[in-house]
């Protein structure tokens, strides 16, 4: 019982040790190829931790971070509700699917560049244009992908919902909903990640805050130092959001395929 | 008044890509009493499922009329479809599954139901880790679980070894004893509708309709291995050749 109970711990913990092992692998070469460049462009790890340090306590990061993070959710709501209205409107109806698909295709295919600049030209630089161009950019892929899901519905179950009369609430939120989750997750997961890198584009364009709008700072200063602290920081609160709330979610729509 | 009446004149589907549609159901008109445990027995094809749909509300696209009697209340009747496959929602455990067609808080009929199935121990299980046998077993639970007006099965016990249909049955029977309702069971086997039902309604090949409608008057305990039984399957299939092949098989 003990070897029972010992022994999935003992596994994970080893797991996290190389995972450890591989990120202070990854600090040592910085530190060690820093040190032998020794050039102003490529600062050493602990003078980019300390900078870390120093902006979050003293200086302005703790500040931009949050102006980014509420954009990131924003716009993320945003394209997750729409995109999904849209790809489940599109995969129940044939006519509708016809009618739109180009306009999909064509919006998959627009640069993530070209919709920002238009959005800023059109609607001018403002927190609205900026969290709507960055929602527009995702809304396709999310639609695609929901799409897929509302395509691949059981009938089966749709049927017996319908011969029990269990009303429409209850179809949809029992039957329907539980098949999209797993496409729900996967254009969440994919979302995060594009959506909080084209923040930062449109930040760096048009705002006066946000990291996007820090790191345009540094670049004009030539400050890779800091450049490098924001990056850091944001990739790793990104990181935190992908294990404490993703993963977590995941696992519970999944917890009957064990 | 019956409790279900229906007289269906056509039913057909479009054909696919240009191909000529296909009549599946023809001049098919039958009454069920309420209470009355009725067999439709017909070969594969012959538009069983479809006519059933079409009973369960699923399938509006038919000519004729099909009528299922009110509750005493006047509200409309419950109808309780066991499909060929369990059809259950993986992500629920079996007693999820149940309380899913009930109304909320019905805790109690749950245990009931699995409990006369035999399941109490799975409640807590997912379908995927069900048998096919205990998975048919919930779904009989699920449809007796809404104490229906009306319950329709359809082949309920196929792709299942002899021993386990045999024990299904069984349970089948005592649950209808224990909550009777008017039954309507498909299957192309004509010696399970010979044990089961009051009454045969025996259809043709497609467009199917009713050909010969034969009463069975012997007490079901007594229909185990009876020679009367097997004469009267002996004598259907004399007079309707067409159901051999598919109804000739043993049962199971």
């Known amino acids: ?258 | 008044m019956p409790a279900l009446s229906a007289d269906i004149r056509e039913k057909r589907y479009k054909g696919a890509g240009g191909a000529p549609a296909r009549v599946a159901l023809a001049g098919l008109s039958l009454a069920v009493t309420a209470g009355e445990f009725v067999a439709l027995v017909g070969p594969s094809g012959c538009g069983k499922t479809t006519f059933l749909n079409i009973v369960a509300g699923l399938d509006r696209h038919f000519t004729g009329k099909v009528s299922v009697a009110a509750r005493a209340d006047g509200s409309a009747a419950r109808i309780g479809y066991v499909f060929q496959e369990p059809r259950l929602l993986p992500w629920r455990t079996v007693a999820e599954n149940i309380s899913l067609v009930l109304e909320p808080q019905q805790d109690a009929v749950v245990s009931e139901v699995l409990d006369a199935v035999g399941l109490s121990d799975a409640r807590d299980l997912y379908p995927p880790q069900l048998s096919l046998g205990m998975s048919r077993r919930v779904a009989i639970a699920r449809a007796f679980a809404i104490a229906p007006d009306l319950l329709l099965m359809d082949e309920p016990f196929v792709s299942l070894d002899h021993d386990t249909v045999e024990q299904l049955r069984h349970v089948l029977l005592k649950l209808w004893r224990a909550r009777p309702t008017t039954v309507l069971f498909v299957t192309h086997d004509l010696r399970e509708a010979l044990v089961l039902a009051d009454r045969l309604l025996l259809l043709s090949a497609s467009p199917g309709h009713v050909v010969a409608e034969v009463p069975v008057r012997l007490p079901r305990a007594q229909r185990g291995n009876s020679a009367e039984i097997e004469s009267l399957r002996d004598e259907i299939l004399r007079h309707h050749r067409e159901l051999i092949g598919t109804a000739a098989t043993p049962a199971g």
């Open chain 1, 1 to 258: 019982m003990v070897v029972a109970q010992r022994a999935p711990s003992w596994l994970s913990t080893s797991a996290l040790v190389q995972r450890i092992g591989s990120v202070v692998l990854f600090v040592a070469v910085w530190q060690v190829a820093a040190a032998a460049i020794g050039s102003r462009l490529l600062p050493t790890a602990d003078a980019v931790f300390a900078a870390l340090v120093r902006e979050c306590v003293d200086g302005p990061l703790l500040f931009h971070l949050g102006v980014t993070l509420a954009r990131v959710a924003a716009a993320f709501v945003i394209a997750m509700a729409i995109g999904s209205a849209i790809g489940i409107v599109m995969g129940r109806s044939r006519t509708i699917d016809v009618l739109f698909d180009s306009w999909l295709v064509l919006l998959l295919n627009l640069p993530a560049l070209v919709i920002i600049v238009l959005a800023y030209v059109w609607f001018g630089l403002t927190e609205a244009a900026a969290i709507g161009a960055v929602a527009v950019n995702k809304i396709p892929a999310v639609a695609v992908m929901l799409r897929e899901g509302a395509r691949a519905l059981d009938r089966r179950y749709a049927e017996m919902a319908d011969s029990f009369r269990i009303g429409r609430w209850r179809t949809l939120r029992h039957v329907v909903l539980p098949q999209l989750y797993p496409y729900v997750f996967a254009a969440a997961r994919s979302g995060l990640a594009l959506v909080w890198k084209i923040v930062l584009i449109v930040e760096l364009l048009g705002r006066s805050d946000g990291v996007g709008f820090q790191i345009q700072v540094f670049f004009q200063l030539f400050d890779v130092t800091r450049i490098l602290a924001y990056a850091i920081a944001f990739a790793a609160v990104i990181q935190v959001i992908e294990w404490v709330m993703f993963q977590p979610l995941e696992r519970r729509a999944a917890r009957w395929r064990d």
